[in-house]
Protein backbone atom coordinates (compact mmCIF):
# COMPACT_ATOMS: atom_id res chain seq x y z
CA UNK A 1 0.00 0.00 0.00
CA UNK A 2 1.11 3.30 -1.25
CA UNK A 3 1.27 6.16 1.69
CA UNK A 4 -1.01 8.23 -0.34
CA UNK A 5 -3.05 4.69 -0.12
CA UNK A 6 -2.43 5.26 3.14
CA UNK A 7 -3.32 8.97 3.71
CA UNK A 8 -6.35 8.24 1.91
CA UNK A 9 -7.94 7.03 4.91
CA UNK A 10 -7.49 8.84 7.58
CA UNK A 11 -10.59 12.10 7.03
CA UNK A 12 -8.95 15.03 5.88
CA UNK A 13 -10.93 17.07 9.39
CA UNK A 14 -8.74 14.65 11.44
CA UNK A 15 -5.50 15.62 10.10
CA UNK A 16 -6.04 18.98 10.38
CA UNK A 17 -6.93 19.05 13.66
CA UNK A 18 -3.95 17.21 14.92
CA UNK A 19 -2.01 19.75 13.17
CA UNK A 20 -3.60 22.58 15.11
CA UNK A 21 -2.90 21.05 18.15
CA UNK A 22 1.19 20.62 16.95
CA UNK A 23 1.13 17.03 15.95
CA UNK A 24 1.96 17.17 12.51
CA UNK A 25 -0.17 14.90 9.88
CA UNK A 26 2.92 13.02 9.09
CA UNK A 27 3.28 12.46 12.86
CA UNK A 28 0.00 11.25 13.41
CA UNK A 29 -0.23 9.08 10.28
CA UNK A 30 2.77 7.53 11.73
CA UNK A 31 1.35 7.04 15.17
CA UNK A 32 -1.87 5.39 13.49
CA UNK A 33 0.38 3.24 11.27
CA UNK A 34 2.68 1.98 14.46
CA UNK A 35 -0.89 1.17 16.06
CA UNK A 36 -2.43 -0.87 13.54
CA UNK A 37 0.75 -2.65 12.78
CA UNK A 38 1.63 -3.36 16.68
CA UNK A 39 -2.22 -4.83 16.90
CA UNK A 40 -1.97 -6.89 13.55
CA UNK A 41 -4.40 -5.51 12.05
CA UNK A 42 -4.98 -4.86 8.29
CA UNK A 43 -3.75 -1.22 7.22
CA UNK A 44 -7.46 -0.79 6.27
CA UNK A 45 -8.47 -0.13 10.49
CA UNK A 46 -6.00 2.85 10.49
CA UNK A 47 -9.15 5.40 9.32
CA UNK A 48 -11.40 3.95 12.51
CA UNK A 49 -8.44 4.24 14.59
CA UNK A 50 -7.98 7.81 13.83
CA UNK A 51 -11.93 8.40 14.08
CA UNK A 52 -11.79 6.25 17.73
CA UNK A 53 -8.40 8.75 19.37
CA UNK A 54 -10.18 11.37 18.11
CA UNK A 55 -13.60 10.82 19.75
CA UNK A 56 -14.31 12.63 22.64
CA UNK A 57 -14.91 9.71 24.78
CA UNK A 58 -11.52 9.71 26.74
CA UNK A 59 -11.79 7.08 29.75
CA UNK A 60 -10.90 8.13 33.41
CA UNK A 61 -7.72 6.23 34.52
CA UNK A 62 -6.66 5.59 37.89
CA UNK A 63 -3.22 4.33 38.38
CA UNK A 64 -1.60 3.07 41.25
CA UNK A 65 1.64 1.82 42.17
CA UNK A 66 2.57 -0.51 44.82
CA UNK A 67 5.56 -3.14 45.39
CA UNK A 68 7.54 -1.85 42.05
CA UNK A 69 10.94 0.59 40.68
CA UNK A 70 8.83 3.10 38.54
CA UNK A 71 10.50 1.77 35.49
CA UNK A 72 7.13 1.24 34.06
CA UNK A 73 5.57 4.98 34.72
CA UNK A 74 9.40 6.28 33.49
CA UNK A 75 8.57 4.00 30.44
CA UNK A 76 5.45 5.40 29.63
CA UNK A 77 7.11 9.00 30.55
CA UNK A 78 9.43 8.30 27.64
CA UNK A 79 6.65 7.19 25.47
CA UNK A 80 7.09 8.76 21.99
CA UNK A 81 4.22 6.57 19.77
CA UNK A 82 3.34 9.78 20.79
CA UNK A 83 4.52 11.61 23.18
CA UNK A 84 3.13 11.09 27.19
CA UNK A 85 2.03 14.57 26.64
CA UNK A 86 -0.23 13.71 24.00
CA UNK A 87 -1.69 10.67 25.23
CA UNK A 88 -2.57 12.34 28.93
CA UNK A 89 -3.44 15.64 27.25
CA UNK A 90 -5.31 14.27 24.29
CA UNK A 91 -6.67 11.05 24.70
CA UNK A 92 -7.05 9.92 28.33
CA UNK A 93 -7.99 11.27 31.30
CA UNK A 94 -5.32 10.24 34.12
CA UNK A 95 -7.51 11.35 36.94
CA UNK A 96 -5.17 9.49 39.68
CA UNK A 97 -1.10 8.99 39.55
CA UNK A 98 0.83 8.86 42.38
CA UNK A 99 4.08 10.60 40.40
CA UNK A 100 2.50 12.29 38.17
CA UNK A 101 -0.39 14.19 39.97
CA UNK A 102 0.12 17.82 41.46
CA UNK A 103 -2.19 16.99 44.21
CA UNK A 104 -0.60 14.85 47.36
CA UNK A 105 -1.60 13.59 50.58
CA UNK A 106 -5.66 13.52 51.53
CA UNK A 107 -6.05 15.86 48.39
CA UNK A 108 -4.64 12.99 45.89
CA UNK A 109 -6.59 9.98 47.75
CA UNK A 110 -9.48 12.19 47.99
CA UNK A 111 -9.68 12.86 43.73
CA UNK A 112 -9.38 8.55 43.46
CA UNK A 113 -12.15 8.29 45.36
CA UNK A 114 -13.93 11.43 43.67
CA UNK A 115 -13.27 9.63 40.10
CA UNK A 116 -14.71 6.15 41.84
CA UNK A 117 -17.62 7.40 42.42
CA UNK A 118 -18.07 9.68 39.50
CA UNK A 119 -17.00 7.12 36.94
CA UNK A 120 -18.06 3.95 38.80
CA UNK A 121 -17.79 0.82 36.50
CA UNK A 122 -16.28 2.68 33.49
CA UNK A 123 -12.63 3.86 34.68
CA UNK A 124 -9.74 2.38 33.40
CA UNK A 125 -7.46 0.88 36.40
CA UNK A 126 -3.75 0.92 35.85
CA UNK A 127 -1.46 -1.09 38.62
CA UNK A 128 2.06 -0.89 38.48
CA UNK A 129 4.08 -3.38 41.18
CA UNK A 130 3.33 -5.99 42.94
CA UNK A 131 0.97 -6.35 46.42
CA UNK A 132 1.90 -7.82 49.29
CA UNK A 133 -0.20 -9.95 51.80
CA UNK A 134 1.07 -10.88 54.94
CA UNK A 135 0.88 -9.40 58.16
CA UNK A 136 -2.42 -7.42 56.85
CA UNK A 137 -0.82 -5.80 54.12
CA UNK A 138 1.57 -3.40 56.32
CA UNK A 139 4.18 -3.96 54.00
CA UNK A 140 2.41 -1.12 51.12
CA UNK A 141 0.45 1.18 53.11
CA UNK A 142 -0.86 4.28 51.13
CA UNK A 143 -2.81 7.07 53.47
CA UNK A 144 -3.34 4.36 56.06
CA UNK A 145 -5.09 1.80 53.78
CA UNK A 146 -2.99 -1.50 52.83
CA UNK A 147 -2.68 -2.27 48.75
CA UNK A 148 -4.35 -5.18 48.98
CA UNK A 149 -7.65 -3.25 50.17
CA UNK A 150 -6.79 -0.45 47.90
CA UNK A 151 -6.62 -2.78 44.75
CA UNK A 152 -9.29 -4.43 45.80
CA UNK A 153 -11.22 -1.58 46.10
CA UNK A 154 -10.22 0.26 42.41
CA UNK A 155 -9.83 -2.84 40.29
CA UNK A 156 -12.92 -4.15 41.75
CA UNK A 157 -14.97 -1.39 40.50
CA UNK A 158 -13.36 -0.71 37.45
CA UNK A 159 -14.43 -1.36 33.66
CA UNK A 160 -10.98 -3.08 33.16
CA UNK A 161 -7.53 -3.39 35.18
CA UNK A 162 -4.28 -3.41 32.92
CA UNK A 163 -1.33 -4.66 35.05
CA UNK A 164 1.90 -3.21 33.57
CA UNK A 165 5.16 -4.61 34.56
CA UNK A 166 5.68 -8.10 35.85
CA UNK A 167 5.67 -7.63 39.10
CA UNK A 168 1.91 -6.49 38.60
CA UNK A 169 1.25 -9.02 36.32
CA UNK A 170 2.96 -12.48 38.30
CA UNK A 171 4.52 -10.84 41.06
CA UNK A 172 8.21 -9.98 39.73
CA UNK A 173 11.41 -9.56 41.93
CA UNK A 174 8.89 -8.62 45.06
CA UNK A 175 7.56 -12.14 45.10
CA UNK A 176 10.97 -13.86 44.01
CA UNK A 177 11.68 -16.50 46.92
CA UNK A 178 11.29 -16.21 49.84
CA UNK A 179 9.03 -13.66 48.71
CA UNK A 180 8.75 -12.24 52.40
CA UNK A 181 5.92 -9.82 52.23
CA UNK A 182 3.94 -12.34 50.67
CA UNK A 183 3.78 -9.97 47.28
CA UNK A 184 1.27 -11.40 44.74
CA UNK A 185 0.26 -10.23 41.01
CA UNK A 186 -2.91 -8.37 40.50
CA UNK A 187 -5.45 -10.95 38.63
CA UNK A 188 -4.49 -13.39 42.20
CA UNK A 189 -5.76 -10.28 44.57
CA UNK A 190 -8.54 -8.98 42.70
CA UNK A 191 -9.61 -12.60 41.15
CA UNK A 192 -13.01 -12.26 39.84
CA UNK A 193 -11.71 -8.69 37.87
CA UNK A 194 -11.26 -8.57 34.52
CA UNK A 195 -7.19 -7.79 34.07
CA UNK A 196 -4.99 -7.84 31.45
CA UNK A 197 -1.58 -8.24 31.89
CA UNK A 198 1.27 -6.49 30.40
CA UNK A 199 4.50 -8.17 31.89
CA UNK A 200 8.18 -6.74 31.11
CA UNK A 201 10.55 -4.94 32.83
CA UNK A 202 9.59 -2.83 32.33
CA UNK A 203 6.79 -3.10 29.70
CA UNK A 204 7.21 -1.39 26.38
CA UNK A 205 4.91 1.32 26.37
CA UNK A 206 4.16 1.05 23.05
CA UNK A 207 2.12 -2.15 23.70
CA UNK A 208 0.29 0.33 26.64
CA UNK A 209 -0.50 2.94 24.20
CA UNK A 210 -1.68 0.16 21.56
CA UNK A 211 -4.40 -1.78 24.34
CA UNK A 212 -5.38 1.47 25.24
CA UNK A 213 -6.06 2.19 21.70
CA UNK A 214 -7.70 -1.02 20.78
CA UNK A 215 -9.81 -0.31 23.90
CA UNK A 216 -10.79 3.29 22.33
CA UNK A 217 -11.37 1.88 19.28
CA UNK A 218 -13.42 -1.67 19.83
CA UNK A 219 -14.64 -1.05 23.62
CA UNK A 220 -13.06 -4.03 25.22
CA UNK A 221 -9.50 -5.20 25.41
CA UNK A 222 -7.53 -7.40 22.99
CA UNK A 223 -7.70 -11.06 23.06
CA UNK A 224 -5.10 -12.37 25.42
CA UNK A 225 -3.10 -16.24 26.23
CA UNK A 226 -3.66 -18.54 28.80
CA UNK A 227 -1.21 -15.47 30.95
CA UNK A 228 -3.70 -12.96 30.59
CA UNK A 229 -1.42 -11.45 27.84
CA UNK A 230 -2.45 -9.74 24.63
CA UNK A 231 -1.92 -11.97 21.94
CA UNK A 232 -0.65 -9.01 19.30
CA UNK A 233 1.88 -8.89 22.04
CA UNK A 234 2.95 -12.15 23.34
CA UNK A 235 1.83 -14.54 20.79
CA UNK A 236 5.56 -14.84 19.62
CA UNK A 237 8.66 -16.31 21.08
CA UNK A 238 11.45 -13.77 21.37
CA UNK A 239 13.67 -16.28 19.10
CA UNK A 240 10.69 -15.93 16.16
CA UNK A 241 11.64 -12.94 15.12
CA UNK A 242 15.19 -12.14 16.63
CA UNK A 243 17.56 -10.27 14.04
CA UNK A 244 20.76 -12.76 15.09
CA UNK A 245 18.21 -16.47 14.56
CA UNK A 246 20.06 -17.17 11.26
CA UNK A 247 23.14 -17.27 13.28
CA UNK A 248 21.33 -19.71 15.87
CA UNK A 249 20.32 -22.02 12.75
CA UNK A 250 23.61 -21.69 11.35
CA UNK A 251 25.00 -22.68 14.49
CA UNK A 252 27.22 -19.65 14.89
CA UNK A 253 27.08 -18.66 18.43
CA UNK A 254 29.29 -15.83 20.58
CA UNK A 255 31.35 -17.71 23.30
CA UNK A 256 32.16 -15.00 25.67
CA UNK A 257 31.07 -10.96 25.83
CA UNK A 258 33.52 -9.07 23.38
CA UNK A 259 34.57 -12.16 21.95
CA UNK A 260 34.97 -12.33 17.59
CA UNK A 261 31.40 -13.93 17.47
CA UNK A 262 30.44 -11.44 19.91
CA UNK A 263 31.03 -8.34 17.96
CA UNK A 264 29.65 -9.85 14.59
CA UNK A 265 26.34 -9.83 16.16
CA UNK A 266 26.03 -14.03 16.58
CA UNK A 267 23.92 -15.68 18.01
CA UNK A 268 23.75 -15.05 22.33
CA UNK A 269 22.90 -18.62 23.28
CA UNK A 270 25.27 -19.78 24.79
CA UNK A 271 25.85 -16.91 27.24
CA UNK A 272 22.20 -17.60 28.29
CA UNK A 273 19.76 -16.33 25.84
CA UNK A 274 16.29 -16.88 27.04
CA UNK A 275 14.73 -15.94 24.03
CA UNK A 276 13.66 -18.84 22.50
CA UNK A 277 11.18 -19.39 25.80
CA UNK A 278 10.46 -16.00 26.38
CA UNK A 279 6.80 -14.26 24.64
CA UNK A 280 7.43 -10.63 23.67
CA UNK A 281 7.45 -8.60 20.85
CA UNK A 282 10.83 -6.74 21.65
CA UNK A 283 12.58 -7.29 18.38
CA UNK A 284 9.53 -5.65 16.33
CA UNK A 285 8.72 -2.91 18.87
CA UNK A 286 11.66 -2.44 20.56
CA UNK A 287 12.51 0.23 22.98
CA UNK A 288 13.90 3.50 23.12
CA UNK A 289 11.69 5.22 20.27
CA UNK A 290 11.88 1.88 18.18
CA UNK A 291 15.93 1.91 18.27
CA UNK A 292 17.07 -1.34 20.24
CA UNK A 293 16.60 -3.81 22.65
CA UNK A 294 18.67 -5.90 24.95
CA UNK A 295 19.71 -8.93 22.48
CA UNK A 296 20.38 -6.03 19.32
CA UNK A 297 22.80 -4.71 21.88
CA UNK A 298 24.34 -7.82 22.62
CA UNK A 299 22.86 -8.86 25.88
CA UNK A 300 20.99 -12.27 26.02
CA UNK A 301 17.00 -12.12 26.42
CA UNK A 302 16.69 -12.66 30.77
CA UNK A 303 13.35 -13.72 29.87
CA UNK A 304 11.73 -11.00 32.23
CA UNK A 305 7.97 -10.79 30.73
CA UNK A 306 7.57 -14.76 32.21
CA UNK A 307 5.88 -15.91 34.96
CA UNK A 308 8.44 -15.83 38.07
CA UNK A 309 11.59 -15.30 35.72
CA UNK A 310 13.50 -14.44 38.56
CA UNK A 311 13.67 -17.87 39.81
CA UNK A 312 13.29 -20.13 36.71
CA UNK A 313 15.37 -17.74 34.07
CA UNK A 314 18.45 -17.75 37.21
CA UNK A 315 21.50 -18.16 35.99
CA UNK A 316 20.93 -15.07 33.73
CA UNK A 317 24.29 -16.07 31.94
CA UNK A 318 24.00 -20.11 32.08
CA UNK A 319 22.88 -21.33 28.70
CA UNK A 320 19.47 -23.39 28.50
CA UNK A 321 19.35 -27.19 29.65
CA UNK A 322 19.36 -27.40 25.90
CA UNK A 323 19.74 -26.82 22.13
CA UNK A 324 16.17 -25.44 21.47
CA UNK A 325 15.48 -26.72 18.41
CA UNK A 326 11.19 -25.88 18.26
CA UNK A 327 9.69 -24.37 15.30
CA UNK A 328 7.16 -21.22 15.29
CA UNK A 329 3.91 -22.86 15.40
CA UNK A 330 4.30 -23.35 19.54
CA UNK A 331 2.26 -20.66 20.98
CA UNK A 332 2.37 -19.34 24.51
CA UNK A 333 -1.06 -21.06 25.15
CA UNK A 334 0.75 -24.69 24.74
CA UNK A 335 3.74 -23.90 26.95
CA UNK A 336 3.12 -21.30 29.73
CA UNK A 337 4.41 -22.11 33.24
CA UNK A 338 7.75 -24.11 34.04
CA UNK A 339 8.93 -24.33 30.49
CA UNK A 340 12.32 -24.59 31.05
CA UNK A 341 12.46 -27.88 32.38
CA UNK A 342 9.82 -28.56 29.57
CA UNK A 343 12.32 -27.22 27.14
CA UNK A 344 14.67 -29.49 28.41
CA UNK A 345 12.73 -32.49 28.50
CA UNK A 346 10.85 -31.66 24.70
CA UNK A 347 13.94 -31.14 22.88
CA UNK A 348 16.85 -32.85 24.09
CA UNK A 349 16.14 -35.46 21.14
CA UNK A 350 16.40 -33.01 19.18
CA UNK A 351 19.50 -30.54 18.95
CA UNK A 352 20.55 -28.40 16.01
CA UNK A 353 22.78 -29.83 13.15
CA UNK A 354 24.76 -27.47 12.92
CA UNK A 355 25.89 -26.59 16.48
CA UNK A 356 26.59 -30.61 16.85
CA UNK A 357 28.72 -31.18 13.74
CA UNK A 358 31.99 -31.13 15.17
CA UNK A 359 34.37 -31.70 12.04
CA UNK A 360 33.21 -28.38 10.26
CA UNK A 361 33.24 -26.06 13.32
CA UNK A 362 35.21 -22.94 13.76
CA UNK A 363 36.59 -21.24 16.97
CA UNK A 364 32.70 -20.00 17.63
CA UNK A 365 30.94 -22.74 15.96
CA UNK A 366 31.71 -25.43 18.75
CA UNK A 367 29.42 -27.37 21.12
CA UNK A 368 29.92 -27.01 24.65
S1 LIG B 1 18.95 -17.66 21.27
FE1 LIG B 1 18.60 -15.45 21.73
S2 LIG B 1 20.11 -14.33 20.48
FE2 LIG B 1 19.97 -16.43 19.65
S3 LIG B 1 18.46 -16.26 18.01
FE3 LIG B 1 17.36 -16.92 19.85
S4 LIG B 1 16.62 -15.04 20.77
FE4 LIG B 1 18.20 -14.43 19.31
Request: net charge neutral.
Amino acid sequence: MTSQQQNAQIPEEILRRWETRGVSRRDFMKFCSVMTATLALPMTMMGRIAEAIEADNRPSVIWMEFLGCTGDTEAFLRANEPTATAIILDYLSIDYHETLMAAAGHQAEAARRQTMEKYKGKYIAIVEGSIPTVEGGIHCTIGGNSALNITREVCGNAAATIAVGTCACFGGIPAAAPNPTGAISVSKAVPGATVLNLPGCPLNATNLTATIVHFLTFGKLPATDNLGRPKFAYGKRIHDNCERRAHFDAGQYAEGFGDAGHRQGWCLYKLGCKGPETFHNCPTVRYNEGTSWPVQSGHGCIGCSEPQFWDTMTPFYKRLPNVPGFGIEATADKIGLGIAAATAVAFGAHGVVSALRKDDSGPHEKED
